[in-house]
Antibody, heavy 119, light 111 residues
Framework: QVQVVQSGAEVKKPGASVKVSCKASGYTFTSYAMHWVRQAPGQRLEWMGWINGGNGNTKYSQKFQGRIRITRETSASTAYMELSSLRSEDTAVYYC????????????WGQGTMVTVSS | QSVLTQPPSVSGAPGQRVTISCTGSSSNIGAGYDVHWHQQLPGTAPKLLIF???NRPSGVPDRFSGSKSGSSASLAISGLQAEDEADYYCQSYDTSLSGYVFGPGTKVTVL
């Protein structure tokens, strides 16, 4: 069945970087875009950026410009999100979400990856 | 300050109908961008509930319906059930931010 499975929880120190993976299965990875969304404890969902699974083009939220990098490995049907210069405010659950083919709704979400930033 | 606004909470008895509003502006919903709704059950990932303003993905009960008018949208849940207790988020695209935005979420409580 169609699913996206993310890598496990991470604990990082302030100033470090984290790289979260999102492996897709059950569909043609290169035919869909993948978005990244985060949710700090008790907070709303926050869109971070996306990657075109076919040509690798990316677009990032202005808030994360300069600190975020989204990549993909088509042979592994996997997307990656790397966030650098981590601070305590980056502690959150990070989700990948597939964009539907016929519209821009996020129709398949990963299970989430908890990233804790603490000294 | 939220780009999209939602009421923090709504509640209703089993079987009742509740509605959740999502108010935007001329740079998002009012500009003609679609509104999508996501349901997040406690401790789980969000799940797409309504796409393209008023369409249900396969498997979503017809108790859930969406609408859009001007710069606002609404999600209605009829025949409220205990399993509907969750947080509900609206989502759209914003041209001034050049990115996607979510509402703050509305917690639905079944009394």
């Amino acid at each position: 069945q169609v699913q996206v499975v993310q890598s496990g929880a991470e604990v990082k120190k302030p100033g470090a970087s984290v790289k979260v993976s999102c492996k897709a299965s059950g569909y043609t990875f290169t035919s869909y875009a993948m978005h990244w969304v985060r949710q700090a404890p008790g907070q709303r969902l926050e869109w971070m950026g996306w990657i075109n699974g076919g040509n690798g083009n990316t677009k990032y939220s202005q808030k994360f410009q300069g600190r975020i990098r989204i990549t993909r490995e088509t042979s592994a049907s996997t997307a990656y999100m790397e966030l650098s210069s981590l601070r305590s405010e980056d502690t959150a659950v990070y989700y990948c979400a597939r964009e539907a083919g016929s519209n821009d709704a996020f129709d398949m979400w990963g299970q989430g990856t908890m990233v804790t930033v603490s000294s | 300050q939220s780009v999209l606004t939602q009421p923090p909470s709504v509640s209703g008895a089993p079987g009742q109908r509740v509605t959740i509003s999502c108010t935007g502006s001329s740079s998002n919903i009012g500009a003609g961008y679609d509104v999508h709704w996501h349901q997040q059950l406690p401790g789980t990932a969000p799940k797409l509930l309504i796409f393209g303003n008023n369409n249900r993905p396969s498997g979503v009960p017809d108790r859930f319906s969406g609408s859009k008018s001007g710069s606002s949208a609404s999600l209605a849940i009829s025949g409220l059930q205990a399993e509907d207790e969750a947080d509900y988020y609206c989502q759209s695209y914003d041209t001034s931010l050049s990115g996607y935005v979510f509402g703050p979420g509305t917690k639905v409580t079944v009394l």
